[in-house]
C-alpha cells in the first residue's frame, strides 16, 4: 500500500481530526521510525475516545494481569539499565584512574628529558 | 554519533544521543508540570497506563543522566590528557613523544597508534543485546585489554619511546569510546524495552476492550431479541383484545329473528 493510499484510508477513518493530521504531516516527511510513531498516535486516539467510558475496568482481572505483566518488564528494563551502566561507571572510574597515571609518567618523561637537555 | 574504528587521528566523542522522541516527551511534559495523573486522578485504564509509562520514561531519563554526567566526568579527566598528548610535536609537554621526529610524525604516529595492538578494546555496544549488557564477557574483554594496557604503559615509563605514548594514547581514547558506546547502546536498548512493553499494553488492553465490548453487544442484542419477542407477543394480545371488542360489538348486531 501506498503512504497515499494509506493516508486516504486514515481521512476516510473515524479517528479524530487532529490525529489524521499528525499522521498525515509524519507520512510527508517518513523515516525508520514513521510505523511507529503512526501506530503510537493511533493507539492515542482509540485511549482517548475511551477515557471518557472505558469498556476494560481498572478492576478487570485481565486488565489487573496486563498491568502486572508491564510492571514486571519495567522493572526489569530499569534493572538491566541500572546494573549496566553502574558496571561502565566503575569502568570509567578505572579508566579516570589509568589516565591519571599516565599523566604522571608524562610528566615524569618531561622530567627526565629536561634533565637530560642540560 | 558512532566513532568509528581506526579513526585517524584518535578522536573521543563524548557526545551521547539516543533516539528517544516518546520518552523525551514524557520528560518534557512532567517537566512543563505535574499532569493530572501525577496528582492522583488514576481514574482510567488509559490514565493509569499513561502514568506508568510516564513514570518509568522518568526513571529511564534519570538514568540518562547520570549515565552522561559519568561520560562528561571520565571525558573531562581523559580529554585532559589527550589535550597534553595533542600538543605533541609543538613543545615538551610529554617528553616521550618530543622526539625530534615527532613534530613530522604527530599526526601519523597518534593514528598508528589507535591501529597497533589498541584495537582489542571492542566497542561495549557489542556487549549489548535487547538492553542487557553481559557484564560478564565484556568485563572480561576489558580486563584482557587493560592486561595488555598494563604492559604498554609500564613500557612506556621505561623506555619512553614515541611507539609507547601512542600506544597508550590509543589505549584510552578506545576504552573510553568502548564504554561510551556501550552506555549509549545500553539507554537505546532500555528505550526500544520501553516502546515494545507500551505497544503490548496497549494492544493486550485494546484486546480486553474488544472482547468487553463483543460481550456488550451480545448483551443488548439479546435484549433486543427478547424485546422484540415481547413485542410481538404484546402485539397478539392486543390484537386478540381488539378482536374479542370487536366480535363483542358485532355480535349486538345479530338479529335473532329465526332466520339463523
Redesign the interface.
Known amino acids: 500500500m501506498t503512504p497515499q493510499a494509506y493516508l486516504q484510508q486514515i481521512k476516510a477513518s473515524s479517528l479524530s481530526e487532529s490525529t489524521k493530521k499528525a499522521i498525515e504531516k509524519l507520512l510527508s516527511a517518513p523515516d525508520t ?1 514513521t510505523t ?2 503512526i ?2 498516535l493511533i ?1 492515542a486516539d ?3 475516545s ?2 471518557a467510558d ?5 478492576d ?1 482481572p ?2 489487573m494481569k ?2 502486572a505483566d ?2 514486571v ?2 522493572k526489569k ?2 534493572g ?6 553502574e ?3 566503575k ?6 584512574a ?6 604522571k ?2 610528566d ?7 634533565r637530560a637537555s642540560l | 554519533m558512532k566513532v568509528e574504528k581506526n579513526p585517524g587521528i584518535p578522536t573521543v566523542d563524548d557526545s551521547f544521543e539516543v ?1 528517544a ?2 520518552e523525551r516527551a514524557a520528560i518534557e511534559k512532567r517537566e512543563a508540570g505535574a499532569s493530572k495523573v501525577e496528582k492522583g486522578a ?1 481514574s ?7 502514568a ?2 510516564e513514570n ?1 520514561a522518568n ?2 531519563g534519570g ?1 540518562k543522566e ?2 552522561m554526567s ?2 562528561k ?2 571525558w573531562g ?2 580529554s ?2 589527550f589535550g ?2 595533542g600538543k605533541v610535536g609543538k613543545e ?5 613523544l ?1 622526539l625530534p621526529e615527532i613534530k613530522d610524525k604527530a599526526v601519523e604516529g597518534v593514528k598508528s597508534g589507535v591501529e597497533r595492538g589498541v584495537n582489542a578494546v571492542k566497542s ?1 555496544a557489542e556487549y ?1 543485546k535487547n ?3 553481559d ?1 560478564a564477557a ?2 572480561a574483554m ?1 580486563a584482557q585489554d ?1 592486561a595488555q ?1 598494563a604492559e604498554a ?1 609500564a613500557k ?2 621505561k623506555d ?1 619511546t614515541v611507539e609507547g ?1 601512542q600506544a ?1 594514547y590509543g589505549y ?1 581514547a578506545e ?2 569510546n568502548s ?1 561510551r558506546d ?2 549509549e547502546s ?2 537505546n ?2 528505550t526500544e ?3 515494545a ?6 494492544n ?3 484486546a ?2 474488544m472482547k ?2 463483543a460481550a ?1 453487544l451480545a448483551r443488548e442484542e439479546l435484549k433486543q431479541a427478547e424485546g422484540a419477542r415481547r413485542v410481538e407477543a404484546l402485539k397478539a394480545r392486543i390484537n386478540k383484545f381488539q378482536e374479542a371488542e370487536k366480535l363483542k360489538s358485532m355480535s349486538s348486531a345479530i338479529s335473532f329473528d329465526g332466520s339463523f
Open positions: 521510525a511507529a510513531k501506530q503510537e493507539q482509540i485511549d482517548e475511551f477515557k472505558d469498556p476494560a475496568k481498572m478487570d485481565e486488565v496486563v498491568f508491564t510492571d518488564e519495567l528494563v530499569e538491566d539499565l541500572e546494573s549496566g551502566l558496571f561502565i561507571s569502568e570509567m572510574e578505572k579508566l579516570e589509568d589516565v591519571a597515571q599516565l599523566d609518567i608524562a615524569a618523561n618531561k622530567l627526565s628529558q629536561v | 533516539t522522541p516518546a488514576e482510567s485504564v488509559f490514565d493509569a497506563g499513561r506508568r509509562f518509568v526513571v529511564i538514568w547520570k549515565g559519568m561520560l566526568s571520565g579527566k581523559v585532559r590528557f597534553k598528548i615538551a609537554a610529554v617528553v616521550a618530543s561495549g549489548v538492553g542487557v549488557l557484564t565484556y568485563g576489558l587493560g594496557f604503559k612506556w615509563a619512553k605514548g597508550v584510552a576504552r573510553y564504554l556501550g552506555a545500553l539507554v536498548g532500555a524495552r520501553i516502546r512493553a507500551k505497544e503490548s499494553f496497549g493486550r488492553i485494546n480486553i476492550r468487553r465490548l456488550e
